[in-house]
């Protein structure tokens, strides 16, 4: 029993690690209908830029809000680059295709630039783990745990009670219509992708102290971020947070049970039943359009 919690403790940090990445996914594709693909790297990005402020002396709790700016600017360039041209062009893939190319791209910089080794990430935190309910559980998986529910949170505080964010909630329920009334939709757009990025570079900065930093550690991440999205819904926050669990208990119970080769199967397994039973996710809504 004392296992499974164990396990269960690690599965809901790796999960809400997902479900951050996921929740950028969301972001953009409520404003304008495009994912960034490249958002794996974005997070890879986060923690490597983090890892550099930190070995230069920046205090891990200033590194965040930094490493958050720097996701900000990454996203808007990705979404002014590769974005904004295929979505004035009408074009269905060019996005996809540019958001990838820039993701490549990002990732071969990073490896000139910090090398192609994994590498340690300090931790702000004691490493020795906590007693908890007869398991144990690090701090810092704690950390990971409430940070990016304070994150997704502030997100969504930012879109119900502020002006601004409501020009977001508005461009998504109808570009058109926001249009009309004076809101600069490509700004918006802009400010989605942005706003993406930061999560993913938040998360980034989260995870690196327990796992190695490198410039491969988002690929991975990003795909699984990717099922998580369509599992809980992409137009469901809620359904991100559930997601991202499911996902991430089962990964490690997997693990530990059968063998860590099969740890990814449950989650695909699910995806590809989500897929065929549920394609807007099992929270998510169907979207009707009138023709």
């Known amino acids: 029993m004392e296992i499974l919690l164990q396990l269960v403790y690690s599965g ?151 002006i601004y964010g409501k020009a977001v909630v508005a461009t998504f329920n109808d570009r058109d219509a926001a249009k009309l009334m004076g809101i600069n939709t490509g700004l918006v757009i802009t400010f989605s992708y942005a706003l993406s990025s930061a999560t993913a570079g938040f998360a980034g900065a989260l995870i690196a102290p327990l796992t190695l930093t490198g410039a491969t550690m988002g690929a991975v991440l990003g795909l699984k971020a990717f099922a998580v999205a369509i599992i809980g819904g992409l137009t469901s926050g809620l359904g991100i947070i559930v997601g991202g669990i499911i996902l991430g208990i089962a990964e490690t119970t997997t693990g530990f049970y059968i063998s860590t080769g099969y740890k990814d199967v449950p989650g695909l397994v699910l995806l590809l039943l989500v897929l065929a039973f549920k394609p807007a996710g099992l929270f998510g809504k169907t979207a009707i359009k009138k023709v």
């Open 12 to 162: 809901i940090a790796l999960g809400m690690i997902y479900a951050v990445i996921a929740f950028g996914y969301q972001l953009t594709f409520q404003t304008s209908d495009t994912l960034n693909f490249g958002q794996g790297d974005a997070l890879m990005l986060g923690a490597m830029v983090g890892l550099t402020l930190v070995n230069h002396g920046v205090n891990y709790w200033l590194m965040l809000p930094l490493v958050i700016v720097f996701g900000m600017l990454q996203g808007a360039l990705v979404e002014r680059i590769g974005v904004q041209p295929a979505i004035k062009i009408k074009s269905e893939f060019g996005w996809i295709m540019s958001t990838i190319a820039l993701g490549i791209i990002f990732k071969n910089v990073a490896e000139n630039l910090w090398g192609r080794d994994d590498l340690k990430f300090p931790s702000p935190l004691p490493e020795a783990p906590m007693n908890w309910l007869g398991a144990n559980v690090l701090p810092m998986e704690v950390l990971v745990v409430f940070g990016a529910i304070a994150m997704m949170v502030g997100v969504e505080f930012f879109n119900r009670k502020t």
